[in-house]
């Protein structure tokens, strides 16, 4: 399969560096390695090298400056059944907010009240959740905006995107079938069962947009508000 452009990370994240050790941090912080030979989504195949999981593992075995959880509110909650949550010094939590390990919060970071962090999430520097927004399985690199109502699941947000109120990344068919990537004619299986959206660097989606699951959207895109949106479209594309 010959991928367009908008598959791959140094078109959808071009400010990104090209090529780094998740065990050191950039002038950013802790960011993912995001392969430029492969489609950016393969990032979320289970049991595959360098995937989110186990770059988030790599992270655990490494010593973070991490925040004093004495002097957060005891209205934060903490699950770390299945691994730690990692919060950089230098983040801010609000109260009543609720993680689950393994995930990751970068200095200068913000988690809202009512925010729910849950496993596998990457929350980068200087990214954003709001208030009663839930993080699965996704990356917000740094910048990045989910401030009030939504949800993102198995998902990447690049620097700059900011999601409108009650905006939705869905991330799973009704059916629970593999999911299909729509590309100009085309429907090409993307080899996972659990997929949401990987915005471009810069994307503006309107309040209470919902993208279909595998939707792909390159640089500087526009999703107007209560629009649907489906399948793999260009840099600067907009969706009404």
């Not at 910048?143 to 690049?158: C, M, Q, R, T, W």
């Not at 915005?199 to 947009?209: I, Y």
Request: glycine letters at 10%.
């Amino acid at each position: 399969m010959e991928w367009p452009n908008e598959a791959y990370a140094k078109s959808l994240f071009p400010s990104l560096p090209l090529s780094k050790s998740i065990v050191e941090p950039s002038s950013e912080g802790y960011i993912p390695t995001l392969s430029n030979e492969e489609p950016v989504w393969h990032i979320f195949v289970e049991g595959k090298e360098r995937n989110l999981k186990h770059q988030i593992n790599v992270l655990g075995s490494i010593r973070l400056e991490l925040i004093d959880r004495k002097t957060l509110s005891d209205t934060i909650t903490f699950d770390e059944s299945k691994g730690p949550v990692m919060i950089e010094q230098g983040a801010i939590i609000e109260p009543s907010t609720h993680f689950i390990g393994p995930c990751f919060v970068g200095k200068n970071a913000v988690i809202r009240h009512g925010a729910y962090i849950r496993e596998n999430a990457w929350i980068c520097s200087s990214a954003l959740v709001g208030h009663c927004s839930e993080v699965k399985h996704s990356i917000l690199l740094p910048g990045a905006k989910a401030p009030h109502f939504n949800y993102v699941g198995d998902s990447i947000l690049g620097k700059g995107v900011n999601l409108g109120a009650g905006v939705k990344l869905s991330n799973l068919r009704n059916d629970g079938a593999e999911i299909y990537l729509r590309i100009g004619e085309s429907r090409v299986a993307s080899g996972l069962r659990k997929f949401g959206a990987i915005l471009g660097e810069g994307c503006q989606l309107g309040c209470n947009a919902v993208t279909n699951p595998g939707t792909v959207l390159g640089i500087d895109s526009i999703v107007w508000p209560n629009a649907t949106v489906t399948g793999c479209h260009d840099k600067s594309s907009t969706h009404r």
